[in-house]
């Protein structure tokens, strides 16, 4: 029983990221309270909150606390954050306990099936309506993300066929139709960045071993996130080669502006200054107050909300995910190369939020613990 309690919390949780249009965003807000209480009382319950092992994750949830804290007081924002900081906390715990229990292959069974009946029923409703802004899974680039999602648990599902019983035609034929579709849908809601995150995607899945192992090292993932946020610092030069340029105007149909994303860059730094330390608060709108939209970046975007400290509790969440990843789960580069693709997507969208703690969480509960237990559990019959 409790097994499927742990499931359903998390399907919850998952659930409370969809949009449904005819649901009213305060009881969107009622429902996520509800969940994420809930949630956190069965982990108590289950003892099932440990701070050493849960550290990285534990600190960096904090410091969105304390950024909302210091932004908002104790106001109806910062109850905003802490339902978010809970649901992002109990995400990681929930996967780790599901996989410890059940093991890898059933999680991401379920899964898959869960994303494709929402991107399925996402899908059917924009192509009656191909103008429209928003949809059920969020945004453009929410759609895109979420068929990136649904790329990622099927691969995983093949990866486990293709080690079993060797590489077969079907698998790629599979993944190469699933693949055409998520473009499809990408350039139907008009998301390039989706579209690219896809098809790195697919690169990386198709890389040799000896490269997949590189990227799995937390000083080459790390270095690599950083390096692809700073590529804002050299926008600029960037732009000015031939090959990029005649690709972003004649190939995807894009200013040299990228959308207006580098008279942007150029003034965040004033924002970033005025409160460097601890930001100003999760789902701060100071960007879109003081110029438009939001920072375009990933990085920039968790800097401007909950500053250096919120940046470096990040950095270092992710450094530890990748140092205690157990690198037997077969299923382990899959999420790697999805980690990969937001990375990229990160240079010019704000994509470190849900759908990548989804991913990151995975990786966290791949551990040499967990693979144990689902051998113990195994031969129980549990």
Same mark, same amino acid.
Request: aromatic share 14%; hydrophobic share 55%.
């Given at each position: 029983?409790?097994?499927?309690?742990?499931?359903?919390?998390?399907?919850?949780?998952?659930?409370?990221?969809?949009?449904?249009?005819?649901?009213?965003?305060?009881?969107?807000?009622?429902?996520?309270?509800?969940?994420?209480?809930?949630?956190?009382?069965?982990?108590?319950?289950?003892?099932?909150?440990?701070? $050493?092992?849960?550290?990285?994750?534990?600190?960096?949830?904090?410091?969105?606390?304390?950024?909302?804290?210091?932004?908002?007081?104790?106001?109806?924002?910062?109850?905003?954050?802490?339902?978010?900081?809970?649901?992002?906390?109990?995400?990681?715990?929930?996967?780790?306990?599901?996989?410890?229990?059940?093991?890898?292959?059933?999680?991401?069974?379920?899964?898959?099936?869960?994303?494709?009946?929402?991107?399925?029923?996402?899908?059917?409703?924009?192509?009656?309506?191909?103008?429209?802004?928003?949809?059920?899974?969020?945004?453009?680039?929410?759609?895109?993300?979420?068929?990136?999602?649904?790329?990622?648990?099927?691969?995983?599902?093949?990866?486990?066929?293709?080690?079993?019983?060797?590489?077969?035609?079907?698998?790629?034929?599979?993944?190469?139709?699933?693949?055409?579709?998520?473009?499809?849908?990408? $350039?139907?809601?008009?998301?390039?960045?989706?579209?690219?995150?896809?098809?790195?995607?697919?690169?990386?899945?198709?890389?040799?071993?000896?490269?997949?192992?590189?990227?799995?090292?937390?000083?080459?993932?790390?270095?690599?996130?950083?390096?692809?946020?700073?590529?804002?610092?050299?926008?600029?030069?960037?732009?000015?080669?031939?090959?990029?340029?005649?690709?972003?105007?004649?190939?995807?149909?894009?200013?040299?502006?990228?959308?207006?994303?580098?008279?942007?860059?150029?003034?965040?730094?004033?924002?970033?200054?005025?409160?460097?330390?601890?930001?100003?608060?999760?789902?701060?709108?100071?960007?879109?107050?003081?110029?438009?939209?939001?920072?375009?970046?990933?990085?920039?975007?968790?800097?401007?909300?909950?500053?250096?400290?919120?940046?470096?509790?990040?950095?270092?969440?992710?450094?530890?995910?990748?140092?205690?990843?157990?690198?037997?789960?077969?299923?382990?580069?899959?999420?790697?190369?999805?980690?990969?693709?937001?990375?990229?997507?990160?240079?010019?969208?704000?994509?470190?939020?849900?759908?990548?703690?989804?991913?990151?969480?995975?990786?966290?509960?791949?551990?040499?613990?967990?693979?144990?237990?689902?051998?113990?559990?195994?031969?129980?019959?549990?």
């Amino acid at each position: 029983m409790n097994v499927k309690i742990t499931k359903l919390l998390y399907i919850a949780i998952i659930l409370t990221f969809v949009k449904f249009p005819f649901v009213p965003p305060v009881i969107v807000r009622l429902c996520k309270a509800v969940v994420a209480g809930g949630a956190f009382l069965y982990l108590i319950q289950r003892g099932e909150i440990h701070i $050493k092992g849960q550290f990285p994750i534990l600190i960096f949830c904090c410091s969105i606390l304390v950024s909302s804290l210091l932004a908002y007081r104790l106001t109806v924002n910062f109850a905003f954050s802490l339902v978010y900081a809970l649901m992002i906390y109990e995400l990681f715990v929930l996967t780790d306990r599901w996989i410890a229990l059940y093991g890898a292959k059933n999680y991401f069974q379920v899964m898959f099936c869960l994303f494709l009946a929402l991107c399925l029923l996402n899908d059917t409703v924009l192509l009656f309506d191909v103008g429209a802004t928003t949809y059920m899974l969020g945004n453009k680039f929410g759609v895109a993300y979420y068929h990136l999602l649904l790329l990622t648990y099927l691969a995983a599902l093949l990866w486990e066929r293709k080690k079993d019983k060797g590489k077969l035609q079907l698998e790629n034929i599979v993944m190469l139709v699933f693949a055409l579709l998520s473009v499809f849908i990408s $350039k139907i809601v008009d998301t390039n960045t989706g579209m690219i995150g896809i098809l790195i995607f697919i690169l990386l899945y198709l890389l040799p071993d000896v490269v997949k192992k590189t990227l799995c090292n937390p000083v080459v993932t790390c270095f690599a996130l950083y390096a692809l946020s700073a590529t804002i610092l050299f926008w600029d030069y960037i732009l000015s080669i031939d090959f990029i340029k005649n690709t972003i105007v004649n190939l995807l149909h894009r200013s040299l502006s990228l959308t207006g994303r580098l008279g942007i860059y150029r003034i965040l730094y004033g924002l970033f200054q005025q409160r460097p330390l601890v930001g100003w608060g999760y789902e701060s709108n100071i960007v879109a107050q003081e110029l438009y939209g939001n920072a375009q970046n990933g990085i920039v975007h968790l800097a401007i909300q909950y500053g250096v400290i919120g940046v470096l509790c990040f950095t270092f969440l992710i450094f530890m995910i990748m140092k205690r990843s157990d690198e037997s789960y077969r299923e382990r580069m899959v999420m790697v190369a999805a980690m990969y693709s937001f990375f990229v997507m990160a240079t010019v969208e704000i994509v470190f939020s849900n759908i990548f703690f989804v991913v990151m969480a995975v990786l966290f509960a791949f551990d040499n613990r967990n693979q144990k237990i689902s051998k113990i559990r195994f031969r129980r019959g549990s």
